[in-house]
């Protein structure tokens, strides 16, 4: 018989086996969770460019107020510079003395914070301002002021930092220190401010520097 007649049994079609079957199906599942990695993780990044959209919203908002908050008919008078805080008068002794209530009714009936401070100025501008309405976009709640990102600290994501820098007199082997810009601190002078934000792994991502 002639050669170039004859079939090539290894050319023949041959069936899938079981191992085939499997190694496809391993295919397959690699990737859907690929695919299913890349959507989550998508979903995280746009989570913490919201996050660092809301911290750009209050650069924005501190730095034009920064141009006009020491105008005497300056209209957010909680943010106003120039006016000192006023010290408190509430004896201490009288606060010792109350007896322990529910945490609802002390929330109730804590003082306000004392005008001319950071306290008076974010409080109105959380009730009062389209930042009432700002939303974490990891938890769907207001965004919290915390004093720093902790990465052993999960449920810090979305939140905001806003600290205040402090020169050190000329000479310092560090120019300069930053701390929380807490409630009690005074805004009656300008104030250099970083504000930066904790990302989906609660890392601090710092979003800029301005003058308030």
């Known amino acids: 018989m002639d050669a170039t007649t004859e079939k090539d049994s290894s050319l023949e079609p041959k069936d899938l086996t079981g191992g085939d079957y499997g190694f496809i199906v391993f295919i397959l ?43 005497p008919d300056y209209a ?39 005008p001319g401070t950071w306290g008076a100025c974010v409080a109105h501008l959380m009730s009062a301002t389209e930042f009432k309405d700002m939303v974490n976009p990891f938890t769907g709640a207001a965004p919290n002021f915390i004093p720093a990102c ?39 002078e300008k104030l250099a401010l970083k504000v930066s934000v904790c990302d989906k792994g609660s890392y601090a991502v710092k979003v800029a520097e301005l003058e308030f």
């Open 150 to 188: 902790n990465p052993a600290d999960h449920s810090l994501v979305g939140s905001i930092v806003i600290e205040k820098i402090t020169p050190n007199p000329p000479g310092s082997a560090v120019p300069s220190i930053t701390s929380q810009l807490v409630d009690a601190d005074s805004i009656a």
């Open 76 to 114: 957010i008078a909680a943010c106003a510079g120039g006016a000192k805080p006023a010290a408190s008068t509430a004896p201490a002794a009288a606060e010792e003395a109350k007896p322990a209530e529910g945490a609802a009714e002390q929330a109730a009936t804590a003082p306000a914070p004392a």
């Open 29 to 71: 599942f690699v990737l859907v969770a690929v695919t299913m990695l890349g959507v989550l993780g998508h979903r995280e990044a746009m989570k913490t460019e919201g996050s660092k959209r809301n911290g750009e919203q209050w650069v924005n908002w501190l730095t034009k107020a920064s141009e006009t908050r020491f105008a």
